[in-house]
């Protein structure tokens, strides 16, 4: 039962990064690409907690972790530059 | 039993963060303006990793037989966080001025219009299309 909703996860995950992936690229404006890449990192994480279920590794939540600070980080600095035009003043 | 509805609870679980995210991306592609687009990412995207992190600290929990609450404080870093980048991000919009630089999907002739309205054919169709004008000029 979990396999077979493991497999509808990975294909779903997977076509949800591709769609980023078409919003970054094609995004028309410069918050457009922000924005697709903050939903990276978030598909991201829901990819490593199926690959987390799918090995029956426990250990994959330190890069999870790792990977949601650098996505929050990365988006306020982002945002703040394209509010002020640079990140610390 | 136990094992059965423990499972069931889980495999649920990865459905429905299955289902968020990727309707969060769908959202993300298919809407036609960036605060529209904002919705989906900072409101479905969070909900579905979270359902997964939990699917995954549920799973851990019962595998090992301790409690694990790792997963949990990911979730919760992600359901603090995630409104704070949608604000910074929509007020980076607002500051760049996005709005007069949207376009507007192309009309279909007979099909529902931009708010779902179908044009031409409700009273208030001659509303509806001078604010669709109005969007669109300015």
Redo the contacts between chains.
């Keep these: 039962m979990i396999a077979a909703a493991l497999l509808i996860g990975f294909a779903a995950v997977c076509a949800a990064l591709l769609l980023d992936l078409y919003r970054i690229v094609r995004g028309p404006l410069l918050p457009d690409r922000a924005l697709g890449l903050d939903t990276l990192t978030y598909n991201a994480i829901a990819l490593l907690m199926l690959a987390s279920l799918h090995f029956q590794q426990n250990s994959f939540f330190a890069a999870a972790l790792v990977i949601a600070m650098l996505g929050f980080i990365s988006t306020v600095a982002l945002s703040l530059y394209l509010l002020r035009g640079e990140v610390i003043e | 039993m136990m094992a059965l509805v423990i499972?069931?609870l889980?495999?649920?679980l990865?459905?429905t963060?299955?289902?968020f995210?990727?309707a969060?991306?769908?959202a993300?592609?298919r809407f036609p303006d960036?605060f529209l687009?904002?919705h989906?990412?900072t409101k479905a995207?969070?909900l579905?990793?979270g359902a997964?992190?939990l699917?995954?600290a549920l799973?851990?929990s019962w595998?090992?037989g301790q409690l694990?609450v790792?997963?949990v404080?990911?979730m919760l870093?992600?359901f603090m966080?995630?409104p704070?980048?949608a604000h910074?991000?929509a007020?980076?919009?607002l500051?760049?001025g996005?709005r007069g630089?949207?376009?507007l999907p192309r009309k279909r002739a007979g099909a529902a219009g931009w708010h779902g309205v179908p044009s031409g054919r409700s009273r208030s169709s001659r509303r509806d299309a001078a604010s669709t004008s109005a969007m669109k000029k300015t």
């Design positions: 499972e069931a889980i495999a649920l990865i459905l963060g299955a289902f995210t990727l969060g991306s769908t993300l592609v960036f687009r904002l989906g990412p995207t969070t579905g990793a997964l992190l699917a995954v799973y851990f595998h090992d694990r790792q997963e404080l990911i870093f992600l966080t995630a704070v980048s910074l991000l007020k980076a919009a500051h760049l996005t630089q949207v376009e």
